[in-house]
Nanobody, 123 residues
Framework: QVHLVESGGGLVQAGGSLRLSCAAS????????MAWFRQAPGKEREFVAM????????RYVDSVKGRFTISRDDAKNTLYLQMDSLKPEDTAVYYC????????????????WGQGTQVTVSS
């Protein structure tokens, strides 16, 4: 089992920045791919960004490219999402997701999920 706890969400004005963190505990010795998803009110959960096991490959949804940066610090068992130039449409609950299978993770069916952290961007 992997236990995930997100933090760093909050209220920010458009154009501002936030840094989300996802701390992992438990069985953290696997070859995990890690990702961020988000879910806005009344919408389905969507993929935001992912990073591979070695941290050498990242992937983003088009709407956040150039504004968000995903990274990981395996020494701290922590995943990050640096969010710059935030827009009101970025408002959502952001979830951390971890799995050993990239395909399963990208399909939204990764094994381990955090409880989410709320990000609200005001215009």
């Amino acid at each position: 089992q992997v236990h995930l706890v997100e933090s760093g969400g909050g209220l920010v004005q458009a154009g501002g920045s936030l840094r989300l963190s996802c701390a992992a505990s438990g069985r953290t010795d696997g070859r995990y791919v890690m990702a961020w998803f988000r879910q806005a009110p009344g919408k389905e959960r969507e993929f935001v960004a992912m990073i591979n096991y070695s941290g050498t490959y990242t992937r983003y949804v088009d709407s956040v490219k150039g504004r968000f940066t995903i990274s990981r610090d395996d020494a701290k068992n922590t995943l990050y999402l640096q969010m710059d130039s935030l827009k009101p449409e970025d408002t959502a609950v952001y979830y951390c997701n971890v799995d050993e299978s990239p395909a399963r993770l990208l399909s939204g069916n990764g094994n381990y999920w955090g409880q989410g952290t709320q990000v609200t961007v005001s215009s």
